[in-house]
């Protein structure tokens, strides 16, 4: 297993447009994060999945944003409609609920948004 | 509201010498505390982490000190080695949080040789 897997680390798009990103969890891994992180500030959690439902989501992500996981495997984050203040990585993590509490989540490499 | 908070943004220390990382937290409901190493272009590694019924963990060069009445914890990485120049954030968790963790904004650690 390689890890958690981002794909792509880096994306430009312009204010409007729509984009998609995905992330591959480490397979044994019934729990998908997604953080958003800026500049200057800490991972800010966006939403999280145990297998393929959706149990929580905050309130930093809009109505703009959705994400999936359809069969539990794979996530797909979607910003609709773009905003310069979309500009941040996203961090996808994976983690198995025994061990999430001492040991945290397995985080990706991320994907970071430019939007201009 | 920043439930925890990093008030150091970077920290500089010599290559052999104690390096000292701090981190403060203001819901007094946490019970698990995490510290996690990034490296630029990568995403965060969990490094250490200390549960509310301890005060001290220990990892080889790492160490965390949890205060729970000063709702602080530390992180001291002895000897400090120019491999451990990094972005250092602390998280926390607890059992009204549900299944997320809050994060600081980050400690810059350079070691310099």
């Known amino acids: 297993d390689t890890g958690v897997s981002q794909d792509p680390r880096h994306k430009i798009t312009k204010r409007g447009q729509n984009v998609t990103f995905r992330c591959d969890p480490i397979?044994?891994?019934?729990?998908l994060y997604w953080y958003r992180q800026t500049l200057g500030q800490g991972p800010e959690f966006l939403t999280y999945f145990q297998n393929e439902a959706q149990l929580e989501k905050s309130r930093l992500l809009s109505d703009r944003f959705s994400a999936e996981r359809p069969k539990g495997s794979f996530s797909t984050l979607e910003i609709q409609r773009t905003e310069q203040g979309d500009s941040a990585m996203y961090l996808c993590?994976?983690?198995?609920?025994?061990?999430?509490?001492?040991?945290?989540?397995?985080f990706g490499s991320g994907t970071r948004l430019t939007v201009v | 509201d920043q439930q925890v908070k990093q008030n150091s943004p970077s920290l500089s220390v010599q290559e052999g010498r104690i390096s000292i990382l701090n981190c403060d937290y203001t819901n007094s409901m946490f019970d698990y505390f995490l510290w996690y190493k990034k490296y630029p272009a990568e995403g965060p590694t969990f490094l250490i982490s200390?549960?509310?019924?301890?005060d001290k963990n220990e990892d080889g060069r790492f160490t965390v000190f949890l205060n729970k009445s000063a709702k602080h914890l530390s992180l001291h990485i002895v000897p400090s080695q120019p491999g451990d120049s990094a972005v250092y954030f602390c998280a926390a968790s607890g059992w009204n949080t549900g299944n997320q963790f809050y994060f600081g904004t980050g400690t810059s650690l350079t070691v310099i040789p």
């Open positions: 397979s044994e891994h019934n729990r």
């Open positions: 993590a994976s983690s198995s609920p025994e061990v999430t509490a001492l040991y945290g989540y397995t």
């Open positions: 200390i549960s509310s019924i301890k």
